[in-house]
């Protein structure tokens, strides 16, 4: 097995720091829109109609069974939306929009 250089490890060190940052920041994203919900039921009937929208085709034939948005197609709406496909969306711009996709 060849061993990794320095600048190998730190970059391999950046990258998963960076994945699990990433991670951590859709998980506050969805505490905070979770807790909006709770104060704002209007809000969480069009965030739940939002998420069923972005879910992944056959969701159900693969773990983790749940009605998830495929990680490429969500990249892809971050990148033509914000120029990042690793950005978070605020909470705010999520409210927004929910709201905004069920009045149509």
């Not at 773990?63 to 909470?91: E, H, K, N, Q, S």
């Amino acid at each position: 097995m060849p061993r990794l250089g320095r600048r190998a490890l730190n970059y391999l060190s950046t990258v998963e720091h960076a994945t699990h940052a990433r991670g951590q920041r859709w998980t506050r994203l969805v505490i905070a829109l979770s807790l909006r919900a709770l104060r704002d039921p209007p809000l969480a009937a069009a965030l739940v109609r939002v998420v069923w929208r972005f879910r992944r085709r056959h969701w159900f034939r693969r773990p983790p069974f749940l009605p998830l948005p495929d990680g490429d197609y969500l990249r892809w709406r971050m990148l033509t939306a914000y120029g990042d496909p690793d950005i978070v969306p605020p909470a705010d711009d999520i409210a927004r929009y929910a709201r905004w996709a069920v009045r149509k």
